[in-house]
């Protein structure tokens, strides 16, 4: 059995130049939900994740996440599905 997993960002509502605004988790979580209904995947854990300076998958897959003390951050409340991989082909 291979394992994936797909992360879930709540989405930009409206992006400013000194803060944005983003969709509420309870949101995130239905996107979840409508994705494993669709998809049929057989779901082995669900978490939730926060990390720094973050607001898409790509910038959640940097392997070297830095934050300071001295500059302020923002940190985002991802929800990650981990499911069976289908088999390969």
Do not use: C, H
């Amino acid at each position: 059995m291979a394992i994936a997993f797909k992360d879930f960002f709540p989405t930009t509502l409206r992006k400013g130049v000194l803060s944005s605004d983003y969709e509420g988790f309870g949101a995130v979580v239905n996107r979840a939900n409508k994705w494993i209904a669709d998809s049929g995947v057989q779901v082995l854990n669900v978490e939730t994740l926060v990390l720094p300076n973050v607001s898409t998958e790509a910038e959640a897959q940097a392997t070297n996440i830095r934050t300071s003390g001295e500059v302020s951050s923002y940190w985002r409340q991802i929800l990650r599905v981990w499911y069976e991989a289908p088999p390969a082909a």
